[in-house]
C-alpha cells in the first residue's frame, strides 16, 4: 500500500516531467551544468541494487575535494546556505577525532591526523531515525537508502535526537531565500522540516551515480554492499576501512578506506 | 457543575483576567513562531531539543504525581486524602493538557500533527506517548468529574468508576515510563542511555508533583476555608521526603556508574552540567544550584520536627521544586544533545519567546486548574456548608 503509493507518485511525476520535456523557462535559470528535465524514457535504465554503500578513500581527501563534493551535493538538492548553528548540511568534512570520537585516536600517523574527512548520512542498515519517526516520514527502502518525505515530516525532530551520527538537519526557517544556485529538477524544502542525505536515490533512479561520486573523481567509491563483484567489494577487500561509531549499532553503509 | 466556575470573588476574576492575558501575550509571541519558524528559539543543528521538551518532561511527572493520593486512598483505604484526591486529578488534567501543549508548540510542522495518528507507528516511543497521554487525560477528567458530582449529590460514585482508578494507578506510572522511553534507547545520547531512567523520572515525579500540589493546597487553604486535615498535610509531606531521598540516590547511582567505570561517554554530559565541557559552562551555576538546593531541602524535611512546621516546609517544598525543575526541566534535555556527537558542545538557552510562548502554555494550565479547583471547591463548600470565598479559615 506505501510502496505503492510512492511508486504511483514518482510514475505522475516522471509522465508529468516527460510530457512536458524541454525547458521550463519560467522556473528560473539551472544551474550550470544541471541536466535537462528527464523524460520517461530515462527512468527505463535505473541504477539498481540490493544494497547501496560508500566507500570513503580518506587518504585522497583534504578540505578542498570535502568542499568540491559538498558543493555538487548541495547544488543538485537545493541545500541553502544558513551559516550558524541552524545551519543545514547533507555533505561536510570533519576532522578525525570528531569524525571517530568513540576512537579516542590518540598519537596517529600524522597524514591520518591531517585528513579532512567527509562526513554524511550513513544510509544505516539499522537506522535510530527510522525507528524514532513517529509518522513514517523516515523510511528505509529495499535497497538500504533512508529517505524523507518531506511532506509528511511534522517537525518533531525525534529523529535528530537518535541520529548518533548528527547527520540530521533541521530547517529552522523558509530555507528558500539562503539557495545559492537553485535546481529546479530537485524540489525545495519548506520550514519546519528535517532533512539529509539520499543518496541522490533521484539520480540512481535516472540510472545515473550520485552528485558527490561524480565530483569526488574516483575518491568515493559508490555500489551494490551485496554484490561481491562490485567495485564496492573489491576496494573493500583490498583495504581496512572503519565505519563511524559501531557501538551505536546502527550498521552504518558509509566505509572509510584508512 | 461548571456553573460554579462562573461565580467568584472579585480576586477570583483577577486571577482569570490576569491568566487570559498571559495567555494572549503568549499566544502573540506563538503567532510570531509559527510565521517565522523555530529560528525564533535558540535550537540548533546539535540542540535540537529545548526549554518545550523540557517542560513536556516536567509536567509528565507532576501529572503522573496525582497516584501518590490515589494509590493510598483506593489501595490502603487512607482516609486523610478524601479531600484532597480531587485536586490531586484536577493537577493532573490540566498538566497533561500543558505536557500536549508543549508537543504541539514545538513542532516544526504543527498542522501536520495528525500524521501520528493518520500513520500510526508502533516503533516509535512518541507514538506510544500520546497514545498514553491522551488516555491518562481522559480517565482523570472521566474520574474526577463523576466521583465529583457523586459527592455533591451525596452518593458513593458509580461501581464501574473503581476499575477505572485501578486503570488510571497503573496508567500513571506508564505515562512517565514511556516518557523517559522517548530517551532512554537512544543509543549516541549517553546521559540518558541508562536503565534507571523511567525510576529516575517517577522517583523525581513523586517528589516535585506532590511539592507542588501540597504548595497550591496550602496557598487555597491560607486563601479560603479549604482545609485539607493535618493528618493529609503530614503524610503528603513524608511521601515527599521519601521521594526525594530515592531521587537522590538514584543519581548518585549514575555518579557512580559513569565516574567508577570511567567511559568518556557517560562522563562527559554530566562533566558538562556540572564542571563545563570543552569551553562551554552556560549550565554550570544552574546545576550547582539545584544540588545546593536539593540538600538544603532534604536536611529540613528529613527531620520530623521541622518538616511540621507550616513555614518551613513551604520553604523546603519550594527548594525541592526549585532543584528538581532544573534537573529535569533544563539539565535533562541539554545534557542529552551536549556534548554533541562529534564530541562538541553547542550552548543552549531559551529565547524570549521561547520562553514566553511557554508562559502562553503555563497560562493555560493554570486557567484550567483554577476553574476546575474552583468547581471542586465549591462543590464541597456547598454539601458541608461554609464558603470559600475567601473566608478566613476558623481559628482551630
Ligand atoms: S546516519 Fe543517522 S540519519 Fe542517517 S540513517 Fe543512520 S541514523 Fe539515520
Ligand atoms: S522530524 Fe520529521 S522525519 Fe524526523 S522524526 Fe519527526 S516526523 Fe519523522
Redo the contacts between chains.
Keep these: 500500500m506505501k510502496s505503492s503509493r510512492r511508486k504511483f507518485l514518482k510514475l505522475a511525476a516522471v509522465s508529468a516531467l516527460g510530457l512536458g520535456a524541454g525547458r521550463i523557462g519560467f522556473l528560473g535559470d539551472a544551474p550550470a551544468g544541471a541536466m535537462d528535465i528527464p523524460t520517461a524514457a530515462d527512468y527505463n535504465a535505473p541504477r539498481e541494487a540490493k544494497h547501496w554503500g560508500m566507500a570513503i578513500d580518506t587518504t585522497r581527501f583534504n578540505q578542498e575535494l570535502v568542499d568540491t563534493c559538498a558543493t555538487a551535493c548541495h547544488t543538485q538538492h537545493n541545500v541553502p546556505t544558513i551559516p550558524?548553528?541552524?545551519?543545514?548540511?547533507w555533505f561536510w568534512g570533519?576532522n578525525f577525532?570528531?569524525?571517530f570520537?568513540?576512537e579516542?585516536g590518540h598519537n596517529l600517523p600524522e597524514d591520518v591526523e591531517h585528513r579532512t574527512y567527509p562526513l554524511l548520512c550513513n544510509q544505516c542498515e539499522e537506522p535510530?531515525c527510522v525507528?524514532?519517526?513517529?509518522?513514517?516520514?523516515t523510511f528505509k527502502r529495499a535497497d538500504g537508502i533512508v529517505m524523507m518525505d518531506f511532506h509528511?515530516?511534522?517537525?518533531?525532530?525525534?529523529c535528530?535526537?537518535?541520529?548518533?551520527?548528527?547527520a540530521r538537519?533541521?530547517?529552522?526557517?523558509?530555507p528558500r531565500p539562503f539557495i545559492k544556485n537553485f535546481n529546479p529538477l530537485f524540489p525545495t524544502r519548506?520550514?519546519?522540516?528535517?532533512e539529509k542525505c539520499n543518496f541522490c536515490a533521484e539520480l540512481l533512479a535516472l540510472g545515473k551515480m550520485p552528485a558527490c561520486v561524480e565530483a569526488s573523481g574516483g575518491a568515493l567509491i559508490f555500489g551494490d554492499l551485496e554484490d561481491p563483484e562490485s567495485d564496492i567489494r573489491k576496494v573493500l577487500r583490498e583495504r581496512f576501512a572503519l565505519r563511524r561509531?559501531p557501538?551505536?549499532?546502527?550498521g552504518p553503509s558509509v566505509y572509510y578506506l584508512m | 457543575m461548571i456553573e460554579k466556575a462562573l461565580r467568584g470573588s472579585p480576586r477570583y476574576w483577577g486571577l482569570i483576567i490576569g491568566l487570559l492575558c498571559v495567555i494572549g501575550l503568549g499566544a502573540g509571541f506563538w503567532m510570531f513562531q509559527l510565521t517565522k519558524g523555530l529560528v525564533v528559539t535558540d535550537l540548533s543543528r546539535d540542540v535540537s531539543w529545548g526549554f518545550y521538551i523540557a517542560q513536556l518532561t516536567y509536567f509528565v511527572g507532576v501529572a503522573a504525581s496525582a497516584v501518590m493520593l490515589v494509590l493510598p486512598y483506593y489501595f490502603h483505604h487512607f482516609k486523610a486524602f478524601s479531600k484532597m484526591i480531587i485536586l490531586g486529578e484536577f493537577l493532573a488534567i490540566s498538566s497533561v493538557t500543558m505536557c500536549m501543549l508543549f508537543v504541539v508548540v514545538d513542532l516544526g510542522q504543527p498542522q501536520r500533527m495528525l500524521n501520528i495518528i493518520f500513520h500510526p507507528t508502533p516503533n516509535s516511543v512518541l507514538f506510544w506517548d500520546m497514545i498514553v497521554l491522551n488516555g491518562y487525560l481522559f480517565l482523570n477528567l472521566i474520574i474526577g468529574w463523576t466521583s465529583l458530582q457523586a459527592f455533591r449529590n451525596n452518593m458513593t460514585p458509580p461501581t464501574w468508576v473503581k476499575p477505572l482508578v485501578y486503570l488510571s494507578v497503573i496508567w500513571a506510572f506508564s505515562i512517565h515510563t514511556v516518557t523517559a522511553f522517548l530517551y532512554a534507547g537512544l543509543p549516541g545520547r549517553h546521559y540518558w542511555l541508562t536503565a534507571i531512567m523511567a525510576a529516575r523520572f517517577l522517583a523525581s515525579a513523586f517528589c516535585s508533583g506532590p511539592a507542588i500540589l501540597l504548595l497550591l493546597t496550602l496557598l487555597v487553604k491560607r486563601l479560603t476555608s479549604f482545609d485539607p486535615g493535618k493528618k493529609a498535610i503530614d503524610t503528603l509531606a513524608t511521601i515527599i521526603t521519601y521521594a526525594m531521598c530515592v531521587n537522590v540516590f538514584f543519581f548518585l547511582l549514575e555518579l557512580f556508574t559513569a565516574f567508577y567505570s570511567n567511559m568518556p561517554g557517560h562522563m562527559a554530559p554530566i562533566v558538562y552540567l556540572f564542571k563545563g565541557f570543552d569551553g562551554d559552562t552556560t549550565l554550570v551555576p544552574f546545576m550547582w544550584t539545584a544540588a545546593v538546593l536539593a540538600i538544603i531541602s532534604l536536611a529540613m524535611l528529613i527531620p520530623y520536627k521541622i518538616r511540621q512546621q507550616g513555614p518551613a516546609l513551604v520553604t523546603a517544598l519550594i527548594l525541592l521544586v526549585i532543584a528538581s525543575w532544573i534537573d529535569k526541566g533544563m539539565g535533562l534535555i541539554v545534557a542529552g544533545f551536549a556534548p554533541n556527537p562529534f564530541e562538541k558542545v553547542t550552548a543552549y538557552l531559551p529565547t524570549v519567546p521561547e520562553l514566553v510562548v511557554s508562559s502562553m502554555v503555563f497560562g493555560i494550565g493554570a486557567l484550567m486548574l483554577t476553574v476546575l479547583w474552583k468547581v471542586a471547591l465549591s462543590v464541597r463548600a456547598e454539601v458541608e456548608g461554609g464558603n470559600i470565598s475567601m473566608v478566613p479559615p476558623k481559628p482551630e
Aim: glycine fraction near 14%.
Design positions: 550558524g548553528k541552524k545551519g543545514i548540511k570533519a577525532e570528531e569524525s570520537p568513540t579516542h535510530m525507528r524514532v519517526c513517529p509518522t513514517q516520514a509528511r515530516c511534522i517537525g518533531c525532530r525525534y535528530m535526537a537518535g541520529c548518533p551520527f548528527g538537519s533541521f530547517n529552522f526557517q523558509d519548506t520550514r519546519g522540516v528535517v561509531k557501538d551505536a549499532g546502527t
